[in-house]
């Protein structure tokens, strides 16, 4: 008795503090009674859906709930979070459909597979439905009317409901970034006033940075579809190919000055690749949101806003899958109540948004079941049919110097159902020479021949020139890989070898006597950096070749390349035979061959005593980061040192940074633009002077000139040359010199320290902004350029590509200061430029 008052009293007081209540009724349709026992929104969150955000835990709770309480539902966990928050779906459907869901599954999984799709029956098919809230986690609208569309489902009822459930099965992915969401919602929540203050200047909007837009390590993971690189799209991406859902719903929020959008967006920008019967259906299910949002009054938009060019996104990765993505953006009010030009745009409001235009989608999809289901077969049979009158009949690819980029390259093609197959033979392409044992085949015969030409294909030619993301991801390309596409038919004859079902293990190990002299290992591997920095973090001390050598003892000869790695057996903190078996374990772990020498001459070049032989000290980083470091690019470091790397990495904010001591690191990183007081910069300075590498990074470049740790000139601007223009184009015209990321090829000069590791000297590079610096006057500090015809992938005007013929990616400006120009560590999957920035890291110290 005394708990039920005390639960009374509780929300009673909670109602107390909004003076925005709304009930359900505001959200739900009228013309449909509800089941009595299912647990109600307000019961069990202790208030109305849109009073407070959700914070991930509950909404995932309700989840639970409902699934314990009905018959129509299951939970299924596809994943976790970087931080462990379950990710997954509340699968919906009539009682019969959920007792049966794996054989509906396994039926309707037939519709891909263009071997056996033509005997599907689609008559009672149930039309696969996947409803995906708020991947951007502060996008809050969108999960929180997950919680309501939840609650419809299970506890609606009549024949209507019955209908819907017994001819859809519906995936409902809550929370589609957990920890993004928990970070705004507690933000949101604790910055709400008892009394909702709409005032937009309010702290309630400005959320903490990084904000809760991205993952734990400061990603968007709605550019991640296509690179897996995080453990939400890894086992998000595995769960759509489990059940291939035929529309994949994505909703987010956008400025709170808009109104509410839904797809088709732009259809002169979507990517051609995607069958054009894509978009007509897309339409149709518009038709549907139409009806829907003007039943309750909502303003909308279509088609002037948002392309899916770029297939990485969660409304495009279906699109090129043979499903139907469609993409919401309802106007954010990132708070409870905000005032804004059209009005003041209420939590509820948004939410009510949502809802409805998944209940649009719903009966779109009940009504065009059989067409979508039709749509599905056709896509995956036409796929073949297309393959075979395609000039290219496949790609074949390898890394004879890094076989850990390869195993992660194949990792990403087998998550995407794309079939790789080993090489029964030699043979050369375009001066490449591609050996068995060492190479890999991506046939374009297969029913994922669409994506495979999205990955595979440089593009430089294009019928618009805005994006909305990036304008290529070659994926060979930013893996730094050799490849080439094999379009001569009677090449293939012979060529395919045995299908590769799970990626290559790394392939390391030893290979010395017993008691070796000293141990080396060259810088080529992925993880090279990773063994190095473990080696330094037991006390090891370790120097790098500057020149190569050959080494020959009769036994073991080999020509080892300049940034090799010396580890002397004597000297060390521990005994030779600990350290062979610490040499035998983290070969293998790293996938590295670290070789053991018997004598410090070699054949040929310096010996390991030489004072070309430099001593290295194990790297300390610390990172700018906080208001004013840029979030994406000190995310992607972040992400790359801590989970491929193993190092710790300090983030300092910029208010902290003067009174930090900076003895205890001896690399800085700066991204963006942090404020640091004067005293701060002059603290860096000394530390400087004494010693300390300074990276820039990107725009921290700028901040760099600004703060005179280097005279860096930037070529200016392509200026607007157009002599006449109206007004309407205003916008367009103004984004024709953009570069939206593009993939340009630049020069290595293979001796110097932030190029070792690579043995090609042409390495393609990531580039999105237009910034371009002018060489440094020294010679020596330019090691890596763009070459005279730069452009190898995505969109770039002839008077930018003039702009980066010779100009340099990245540079050294007299003593510790090294500018890293572009990106290196692109969204976490371009492999290929990592090792520039860890060259930056580890050689930073001996470039002098
Ligand atoms: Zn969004």
Request: charged content about 20%; hydrophobic content about 35%.
């Amino acid at each position: 008795m005394k708990k039920t008052i005390l639960s009374f009293i509780l929300l009673f007081s909670f109602s107390l503090m909004t003076n925005s209540q709304v009930t359900l009724d505001y959200y739900l349709p009228k013309n449909i009674t509800y089941n009595q026992s299912v647990p109600l929104p307000k019961q069990f969150f202790g208030h109305e859906i849109g009073e407070w955000h959700l914070s991930h835990d509950k909404l995932y709770s309700y989840m639970l709930e409902l699934a314990k309480a009905s018959d129509r539902a299951v939970w299924e966990e596809y994943g976790r979070s970087y931080e462990n928050r379950p990710l997954g779906h509340l699968i919906i459907s009539s009682p019969e459909n959920i007792k049966n869901l794996e054989k509906l599954r396994r039926e309707h999984e037939i519709l891909c597979d263009p071997s056996v799709s033509a005997r599907a029956d689609l008559t009672g098919m149930p039309l696969l439905v996947k409803l995906g809230y708020g991947i951007h986690g502060n996008e809050s609208s969108a999960q929180n009317a997950s919680a309501l569309v939840a609650y419809y489902l299970i506890a609606g009822e009549g024949a209507a409901m019955d209908e819907l459930l017994s001819k859809t099965i519906i995936l409902i992915d809550p929370a589609l970034n957990p920890d993004g969401m928990q970070r705004h919602s507690t933000w949101v929540n604790s910055m709400r006033s008892l009394n909702n203050n709409p005032d937009p200047a309010s702290m309630e909007f400005s959320e903490s940075w990084p904000g809760g837009r991205t993952n734990h390590y400061w990603f968007d993971l709605n550019r991640d579809y296509i690179m897996l690189q995080h453990p939400e799209s890894k086992g998000r991406v595995a769960a759509f190919h489990k059940w291939k859902p035929n529309i994949n719903t994505d909703h987010h929020e956008t400025g709170a000055n808009e109104t509410f959008f839904f797809q088709p967006g732009i259809q002169s920008r979507n990517n051609p690749l995607t069958p054009k019967e894509n978009g007509e259906l897309t339409a149709e299910i518009g038709k549907y949101h139409e009806k829907h949002l003007n039943s309750i009054g909502s303003l909308y938009f279509t088609e002037e806003s948002f392309d899916d060019f770029y297939v990485g996104k969660g409304s495009s990765y279906p699109d090129i899958h043979g499903s139907v993505g469609i993409l919401f953006e309802q106007a954010g009010v990132k708070g409870h109540l905000r005032e804004t030009p059209g009005g003041v745009l209420s939590f509820q409001f948004a939410i009510r948004n949502q809802f409805t235009v998944s209940l649009s989608t719903l009966e779109a999809g009940l009504n065009m079941r059989t067409k979508l289901l039709e749509s599905q077969r056709n896509f995956y049979s036409d796929a073949l049919t297309q393959a075979d009158r395609h000039p290219v009949k496949a790609y074949i690819f390898s890394e004879p110097s890094d076989n850990s980029k390869v195993s992660e390259f194949i990792s990403i093609l087998l998550q995407h159902r794309i079939k790789v197959f080993k090489t029964n033979k030699e043979i050369t392409k375009n001066g490449i020479t591609y050996k068995p044992g060492e190479s890999y085949l991506v046939p374009l015969n297969q029913p994922e021949y669409r994506f495979i030409r999205s990955l595979f294909e440089p593009v430089t030619e294009f019928t618009d020139s805005l994006f909305y993301d990036t304008s290529t991801w070659v994926l060979p390309m930013s893996f730094n890989l050799n490849f080439s596409p094999i379009a001569v038919s009677k090449e293939m004859a012979g060529l395919p070898g045995a299908e590769i079902t799970s990626a290559p293990a790394l392939q390391g190990g030893l290979d010395s006597p017993v008691n070796p002299y000293a141990w080396l290992f060259e810088w080529n591997g992925y993880y090279s950096p990773k063994a190095l920095y473990y080696f330094q973090k037991l006390g090891l001390k370790t120097r790098v070749a500057m020149e190569s050598f050959v080494y020959d003892d009769g036994k073991l000869k080999k020509k080892f390349s300049p940034g090799t790695i010396v580890i002397p057996v004597a000297g060390q903190p521990v005994t030779g035979d600990e350290l062979y078996r610490i040499m035998q374990d983290k070969s293998k772990e790293f996938g590295i061959t670290i070789y053991g020498v018997q004598t410090g001459m070699t054949k040929e070049g310096i010996d390991l005593g030489s004072n070309r032989i430099l001593v290295l000290e194990k790297p300390a980083v610390a990172m700018l980061a906080g208001d004013g470091s840029n979030s994406g690019d000190a995310g992607e470091i972040w992400h790359m040192l801590d989970s491929r790397f193993s190092m710790p990495v300090t983030m300092i904010t910029a208010s902290r940074f003067g009174s930090a001591d900076l003895n205890k690191y001896n690399v800085v990183i700066i991204t963006g633009s942090p404020d640091i007081s004067p005293a701060g910069i002059e603290n860096l300075r000394t530390w400087n002077r004494n010693g300390g590498t300074i990276i820039g990074y990107e725009a921290g470049n700028s901040w760099l000139t600004r703060n005179k740790f280097a005279e860096i000139e930037f070529i200016p601007a392509v200026a607007d040359k157009k002599k006449e223009g109206v007004y309407l184009n205003k916008s367009a015209d103004s984004q024709v010199q953009q570069i939206p990321g593009s993939i340009f090829s630049t020069q290595l000069d293979l001796t110097h320290p932030l190029c070792f590791g690579y043995t090609r000297d042409i390495l393609p590079v990531f580039k999105s902004t237009v910034t371009v610096a002018k060489k440094d006057p020294n010679i020596y500090n330019n090691p890596i350029v763009y070459t005279n015809d730069p452009l190898l992938s995505g969109y770039c005007t002839k008077e930018n590509i003039e702009r980066l013929k010779g100009a340099p990616f990245a540079s050294i400006h007299g003593r510790g200061v090294i500018s890293l120009y572009d990106n290196t560590n692109f969204r976490a999957y371009w492999y290929g430029t990592n090792k520039v920035f860890m060259n930056a890291v580890f050689f930073g110290q001996i470039i002098r």
